[in-house]
């Protein structure tokens, strides 16, 4: 799994997709629920994994556990986001809801700021 070695550009990617699925979140409210936005968010959902997958969790013991927390978090949203997707078959404009799957790990978002700070610090 991944190098383990997070750097400031990992950091700066893995908070602009949280920030761009947190977005499509709000339009997917926004917008009735629509499975056009639960579509985009699943995509972004997935570059997120792809990057824990392709980086590991690090090696700062708190950081690896945030970024644990969230890849349990969108893999059991994901499992249930397919498995519906599967059931439901919705159009772009049909209402997409489900639910099941581990909450968000709202302290990620404060962990990976701190996070970044500290590494410029240290450089």
């Known amino acids: 799994m991944g190098t383990n070695n997070w750097n400031d550009t990992d950091i700066q990617t893995l908070l602009r997709l949280m920030r761009s699925s ?31 997958a392709a980086e ?26 397919d498995r519906e997707q599967t059931t439901q078959a919705p159009k772009d404009g049909d209402p997409f809801v489900f639910t099941g799957y581990k909450t968000y790990p709202k302290h990620l978002d404060t962990l990976l700021t701190r996070y970044q700070a500290d590494m410029g610090r240290k450089i």
């Open 22 to 52: 947190k977005q499509e979140y709000e339009q997917y409210l926004s917008n009735g629920r629509a499975f056009l936005h639960a579509r985009k968010l699943r995509e972004n959902n997935q570059a997120i994994l792809d990057l824990i």
């Open 56 to 81: 590991g969790f690090g090696s700062d013991d708190t950081l690896a556990a945030g970024l644990q927390d969230l890849k349990e978090h969108l893999e059991d949203w994901a499992r249930c986001w």
